[in-house]
């Protein structure tokens, strides 16, 4: 009995399952299909979607976009004026309080004085900018200008020139007197030789140097050139381009990290034997090593140097690199490490180069000359008892003062008159 009701039960059940089966949702398949085909005629082309559009609803312009246009534009008003007061409260207000106070403060005598040096187009306040400095080239001079009868009246008179150049000539030769490394290395009693000068009349002033800025003026505030002096231009643009002591910290660092690799390599086993450098600054550290110019106490470069001093102590087959040479202090360089120095040798070698490309790249501002001032160049060579030193010179003659307004000179060579060859 058990087993015919477990079969009809089982039946039952099969009996069953179909329907079960039938009454599921199958979830459709999405049947891809290929796009691309060999066949022309089984390529399906593709639908390109219809585009969608939608109504838009008509803008409505209500009153209260527009009151808060209006009030954002009121409010940006309002505060613009509201920091243009309060920066012209405590700049500008200072600034004009304290100018009244001074010009109280002044006598009446004063005030006459300060009323004829001022100028129609002189504003109330300037605020110059940096890297706006610029040069501006002046016309030629005219057959009408009093600077051009001037040199009219000098290229007559042959007794002037020779006043002049010979004037420049002792200028050198005292200049030279005065400083006790050239005077031990001339041997003394310094003579002028020969000199070989020329008088060269500008065709045009010298240029001028403007700097713009913002102006404060009477009628308002705007942004122009103003005139500065030409030394002070000079003394900007060293600041901002100290391209002497970029070059010095550069050859500082360059050859201490050469000497340190060196080492370094050498230390290790890797490296062979260092090839012998021909960079300009070793060369003169070898040759100022060779002649004992450290006893004597002079380690010059071509560098620089005013009237009165010439440059270094070159070697006589070296030549300057260009002409005029310009000079940066009053005396020769002293050497700047003794014998007994307790610096490292590499940082000694690197500190030595360094001022030596200090020394050639320094160029100190000098004075511009006046307008009407003569230029007056050439060499001039001195003789003392043991050595002729040959100077480069370029000075500018004021004939309405008569007097040099500014010298530059340059060494060209120093030679011995008893010259011995080399011991072997």
């Known amino acids: 009995m058990l087993p015919r009701a477990a079969a009809a039960f089982g039946r039952a059940s099969n009996a069953l399952i179909p329907a079960t089966r039938q009454r599921l949702a199958a979830r459709p398949q999405l049947i891809v299909r290929r796009n691309i085909s060999l066949l022309p005629w089984k390529r399906n082309k ?7 559009y939608f109504s838009r609803a008509p803008s409505q312009s209500s009153p209260g976009a527009w009151r808060g246009r209006l009030g954002r534009v009121a409010f940006t008003t309002f505060a ?21 106070h001074e010009w109280d403060s002044l006598s009446e005598k004063e005030k006459q004085e300060m009323e004829g040096f001022a100028e129609e187009d002189e504003p109330i ?22 600077e051009w009868a001037m040199f009219l009246a000098v290229n007559k008179d042959q007794q002037l020139q020779k006043d002049i150049k010979f004037g420049l000539a002792e200028v050198i030769r005292r200049g030279v007197e005065r400083n006790p490394a050239y005077v031990r290395l001339l041997g003394g009693n310094i003579k002028l030789k020969k000199m070989w000068l020329d008088i060269i009349y500008p065709p045009r002033p010298p240029a001028r140097h403007f700097i713009s800025g913002v102006v404060v003026d009477d009628d308002g505030i705007y942004w122009g050139d103003r005139p500065i002096d030409s030394l002070a231009a000079s003394h900007l643009n060293m600041a901002i381009y100290p391209k002497a002591v970029a070059m010095t910290v550069w050859t500082f660092v360059n050859f201490l990290f050469k000497q340190t690799a060196q080492d370094v390599a050498k230390a290790l086993g890797l490296g062979s034997a260092p090839a012998e450098e021909t960079t300009w600054q070793s060369v003169a550290l070898n040759r100022w090593r060779e002649q004992g110019w450290r006893e004597q106490g002079a380690f010059g470069g071509p560098g620089k140097q005013p009237a009165g001093a010439p440059a270094q102590q070159p070697q006589p087959d070296k030549q300057p690199a260009g002409f005029p040479i310009q000079t940066a202090g009053g005396d020769i360089l002293g050497t700047p490490f003794s014998g007994e120095s307790q610096l490292d040798p590499r940082i000694q070698a690197a500190l030595q180069a360094a001022s030596l490309t200090f020394s050639k790249n320094w160029q100190p501002a000098m ?36 007097k040099f307004m500014g010298i530059q ?16």
């Not at 593709?46 to 969608?52: F, G, R």
């Not at 501006?136 to 009093?146: C, M, T």
């Not at 000359?369 to 010179?393: F, W």
């Open 46 to 52: 593709v639908q390109e979607p219809l585009p969608v």
């Open 80 to 100: 613009l004026y509201a920091c243009w007061q309060i920066f012209a409260t405590v700049v500008f207000d200072p600034l004009l309080d304290w100018a009244e």
């Open 125 to 146: 306040l300037f605020l110059p900018f940096p890297f706006t400095t610029k040069e501006v080239q002046q016309p030629p001079y005219k057959g009408s200008d009093p």
């Open 367 to 402: 004075q511009p000359p006046n307008r009407g001032c003569i230029r007056v160049d050439g060499l001039i060579e001195l003789q003392g008892k043991a050595a002729v030193m040959a100077v480069y010179v370029l000075g500018w003659y004021d004939p309405k003062q008569r």
């Open 409 to 424: 000179t340059g060494l060209k060579h120093l030679i011995q008159l008893k010259q011995r060859p080399a011991g072997g």
